[in-house]
């Protein structure tokens, strides 16, 4: 009979910080029986069993863990907040409505009673912020700060946007600017200047993330898209992740860069280009739309305050390009991960 | 800005090693606004979500942490399938069939690709045991080992079980025997002895948990329950909590005491009192049903091979009372909560 610290530590090569998360579930997947008739397979963004009459019933897991997901500056209220947003982003790229969410705790001993009020007002505000309503959960004891989520939606089959898509010549839109996450975590982790003018936009992007829920929600309605992925994990990485899901490649020609975010490159000399990219913690839409529904798609969400911009195309060749002033180069598939990333 | 250590440790007082779990659960809830016509109040074992004609799409969310739910002994595929056990034993309380799980997997940075393994198969089989299916989920970087699961289900409204349904002169039942968990504790956290002939019973309670899920079912289709809860924090807990909701008090006048913890008791000088209605981790069913009924009650759970035994009754007046050969005595509401608990 195995004890517990010998069965967990037993092999202390801490072979995961090799595996990655994304190792881990294709494991942890690979020891699972399939449910027949599985509405939406593996590996996209949310999960859903068929309630009938075309309709899903919608469900999403993810886990906010302080020492990963929390950064320097961030309270337990935005940290809440945060794990509901991490959560109806997914909802939002999907394009189904959050009904309901559940809460599971864990929580260190050390928190007190004020702790877990701002946590509580934090969870609400988040749900409140798009409509949902928190109807249950519990608590434990961890020792890190854990707050798991679990989402609940309806959805018309026909209507969910999928990663798996995009066909070649579809272009491809992202609803805002990316690398301000990337320039905050820089200035809230490694002390990195920024003016006072732009300090403000990048940290709050990091300590305030907004889903386009707004933006998913009209996509949906105007059958337009044809994938759709959040970008919780990077630009690069989501557009590699629809690439794959879809079977098609990709040739982006603009780059969606903030214009905060080139001005702080510029004053700590770093790359645009990288910030841009292969950032995450971002919770916009990355979509691909058929180019006959772009004004459709584009008045959609307008409609609903948002914007939508092209950056580039689905290809046949099934590579992932990058092409500015003529210059071809590669785009990654790297990004935020769990495991593998440089701790925050 | 509050940074992330002072946010989380800024009041080192460990105020919640004297709040408790529900102290907690009552603080987020009162920071929590109410979903309309929410279908079932906070505080039952399960949440839902009205999916209308009748039906309701049931949700439920609990976190299995290591250092708290996994007693030494206990190898991963164990502690996996305990997590999945944990969540459908609330399923099996309310008559709910569990149909598709979620998991978000906090993962410590030491573990193997054969440590995942063995989670991922140890998820699995709890969850075909009982007829669900595994359909999504992801993992992160944890100190602690956390597994937490959302289960799906759909109900008939009129269907479901509650905690809040019960009347004075209702029996009241459970669908097995109590006690083996806590004498199995002992055995592996305090290295208590037994005869070999129930050693093996009384670990295997605490290692190999089952979630009553045919009884629950059946019991909901012969519609003779008026109220339910599982037992995972104990008898006497669970007892006062039906109490609670239901606003009726208990006369409890056998004890459900398994015989292998009457021969541990004796033998390592015990109070079997103490291990029958103290204990916790334990998945009986502790039901009320009308005396009309009983008989119907009683068949429809022998017809899918379990056990119904009367234990007591309700009563009007609002307490909860132990009594045998004629001497009575008040039952606790204590038992099984984290924080509060010795730590396994």
Redesign the interface.
């Known amino acids: 009979?195995?004890?517990?610290?010998e069965?967990?530590?037993?092999?202390?090569?801490?072979?995961?910080?090799k595996?990655g998360?994304r190792?881990?579930?294709e494991?942890?997947?690979?020891?699972?029986?399939?449910?027949p008739k599985?509405p939406?397979s593996?590996g996209d963004d949310?999960?859903?069993?068929d309630?009938g009459n075309g309709n899903l019933?919608v469900?999403?897991?993810?886990?906010l863990?302080?020492?990963?997901?929390?950064?320097?500056?961030?309270?337990?209220w935005q940290a809440a907040r945060k794990a509901v947003v991490m959560n109806v982003s997914d909802f939002a790229a999907k394009g189904v409505k959050p009904?309901?969410i559940?809460?599971?705790?864990?929580?260190?001993?050390?928190?007190?009673?004020?702790?877990?009020?701002e946590?509580?007002?934090g969870?609400?505000a988040g749900?409140?912020e798009y409509n949902a309503?928190?109807?249950?959960?519990?608590?434990?004891?961890?020792?890190?700060?854990?707050i798991?989520l679990?989402v609940?939606g309806?959805a018309k089959k026909n209507m969910l946007m999928l990663r798996s898509g995009a066909k070649p010549g579809d272009l491809v839109a992202v609803t805002g600017f990316f690398g301000t996450t990337s320039a905050g975590l820089k200035i809230l982790l490694d002390n990195l200047e920024a003016p006072q003018k732009i300090r403000g936009t990048l940290i709050d992007s990091v300590l305030m993330p907004y889903a386009r829920l707004k933006e998913g929600l009209a996509l949906s309605q105007a059958k337009a898209v044809t994938a759709s992925i959040d970008s919780s994990d990077g630009l690069a990485w989501s557009v590699h992740e629809i690439a794959k899901a879809s079977n098609v490649g990709f040739l982006i020609n603009t780059l969606p860069t903030a214009k905060e975010v080139k001005t702080f490159a510029r004053i700590n000399k770093l790359d645009q280009l990288e910030l841009t990219l292969y950032g995450g913690e971002e919770y916009e839409l990355v979509l691909t739309i058929k180019p006959k529904l772009w004004k459709k798609a584009e008045k959609a969400v307008k409609e609903v305050g948002g914007k939508l911009f092209p950056i580039g195309k689905a290809t046949a060749k099934k590579q992932v390009f990058l092409e500015i002033d003529g210059k071809r180069s590669i785009i990654e598939p790297r990004g935020w991960e769990?495991?593998k990333k440089v701790k925050v």
């Not at 494991?27 to 449910?35: A, E, G």
């Not at 309503?133 to 854990?146: C, K």
Request: charged letters at 20%.
């Open positions: 009979m195995l004890y517990k610290k069965v967990i530590g037993r092999n202390a090569m801490k072979l995961n910080e595996l998360e190792k881990m579930i494991i942890i997947q690979s020891r699972l029986d399939v449910m599985m939406i593996f949310v999960s859903a069993h309630i019933a469900l999403k897991t993810d886990m863990v302080d020492k990963t997901d929390v950064p320097p500056g961030m309270s337990l009904l309901a559940l809460v599971s705790l864990g929580l260190p001993g050390n928190l007190t009673g004020k702790d877990i009020e946590i509580g007002e969870l609400n749900a409140r309503y928190i109807i249950g959960g519990d608590t434990n004891e961890a020792s890190d700060l854990v798991s679990s609940f309806i769990h495991f």
